[in-house]
């Protein structure tokens, strides 16, 4: 049996699917040498830590698999501490988007594959971070794990 879609139907589906806010992850990648990748993004210019949405489908584990591997071509060692959630609204200038920020502990040689959303990856010691020039609310995120904090905000 065929079902037809009435145009309202079909609005208030969207409605609900654009009236929510998407779910990613933050990835605070440590290196064996104690360094922390970060990564240049494409659209703002800006240092970024890893991240990106969860696919449907996809949890947050398989998540930061993925992301790791295409912003940054390392690979997972393990996962870390929960650094926190961070879901203000304007933490995103694209869209309201709450992310789970994760320490992990990788390897590997630093490469990019996703060159549309990266334009480069850099290991920075603790005291050589950009931090006060990161994109989005990592600086948060980042002194929040220097720290030793987990959030919720």
């Known amino acids: 049996m065929i079902m037809k879609l009435s145009g309202k139907f079909i609005s208030a589906v969207l409605k609900v699917i654009f009236r929510h806010p998407v779910m990613g992850v933050t990835i605070i990648p440590i290196l064996p040498d104690g360094q922390i990748v970060l990564v240049k993004r494409r659209d703002t210019g800006q240092w970024s830590l890893p991240g990106g949405m969860v696919d449907w489908g996809d949890d947050v584990p398989t998540t930061i698999v993925r992301e790791l591997q295409e912003e940054t071509g390392l690979k997972l060692v393990k996962i870390g501490r929960l650094v926190g959630v961070y879901s203000a609204v ?19 040689t630093c490469h990019i594959e996703d060159k549309d959303e990266i334009l480069a ?33």
Do not use: C, M, W
Request: cysteine-free; hydrophobic content about 40%; glycine content about 6%.
């Open 90 to 108: 304007n933490r995103d200038p694209r869209l309201h988007s709450i992310v789970v920020s994760v320490e992990i502990y990788a390897d590997g």
């Open 121 to 153: 990856i850099e290991a920075f010691a603790i005291k050589d971070l950009p931090l006060g020039k990161l994109s989005h609310d990592h600086d948060a995120q980042l002194l929040n794990y220097l720290q030793g904090i987990t959030t919720v905000a």
